[in-house]
């Protein structure tokens, strides 16, 4: 089965500054990823996603890129504020099946 | 648009015992996906159904079965609760041939 890796597991930035999460995923049939921010006590909410076909796609202050032969794909956040703070978790899909596999999730705080 | 829906918000229970937790898809999606989601960790995928049939299952025993109904709600029953089945227990709902996965805000499921 589908195994995704993410790191770091916690990162602190200044506000202002970027912040980059990255994540790896074992299964080729896999061809959707997407990103969700999931602040405390409330639900995963999706925030980006990239299909196989495409390298990168930025939506604001939120990017994300996807090396398919690598099999790694990371999130990119600029220009980060306080509200930003939550923990990201990656996830990646084999829509045959439909089923997201979640990496472990990466706690950002962004100092004010 | 309603968005997805899940009842109770928290639940306690004692080991042995048996639960049921309910979802309300969100408008015009078909298809229902629950996740485990332990402590400190990505959501798990436990199964998925689409059109009141089972339509794929993660690694859970067969203690944790579901139904889906008519108006696309679904519940999650898990028999013979363990301890280690304390966890949050996520309903997401998706559009038919739409990959994207929209989460309720969980159910807080505590077996002491």
């Known amino acids: 089965g589908e195994n995704v890796e993410q790191h770091p597991s916690t990162l602190s930035v200044q506000e202002g500054d970027s912040a980059v999460i990255k994540c790896t995923y074992s299964d080729s049939a896999s061809n959707y990823f997407p990103w969700y921010k999931q602040e405390l006590g409330k639900r995963p909410q999706l925030i980006i996603d990239i299909r196989s076909n495409v390298g990168e796609k930025k939506d604001q202050r939120i990017a994300v890129t996807l090396n398919k032969t690598a099999k790694h794909f990371s999130l990119h956040i600029t220009e980060t504020q306080p509200e930003d703070s939550a923990v990201y978790f990656c996830?990646?899909?084999?829509?045959?099946?439909?089923?997201?596999?979640f990496g472990s999730g990466t706690r950002l705080q962004v100092q004010p | 648009e309603t968005g997805v829906t899940q009842s109770p918000t928290h639940l306690i229970k004692t080991r042995g015992q048996q639960v049921t937790l309910r979802c309300s898809s969100q408008s015009g999606h078909n298809t229902v996906s629950w996740y485990q989601q332990a402590l400190g960790q990505g959501p798990q995928f436990i199964f998925q159904y689409y059109r009141e049939e089972e339509n794929g299952r993660g690694n859970f025993p067969p203690r944790f079965s579901g139904l889906q109904f008519p108006n696309y709600s679904s519940e999650l029953n898990v028999n013979a609760l363990e301890l280690d089945d304390s966890a949050l227990y996520l309903c997401?709902?998706?559009?038919?041939?739409?990959?994207?996965?929209?989460f309720g805000s969980g159910t807080q499921l505590s077996v002491l």
């Open positions: 997401a709902s998706s559009g038919q041939g739409n990959e994207k996965l929209f």
């Open positions: 996830a990646a899909m084999d829509t045959g099946r439909r089923a997201l596999t």
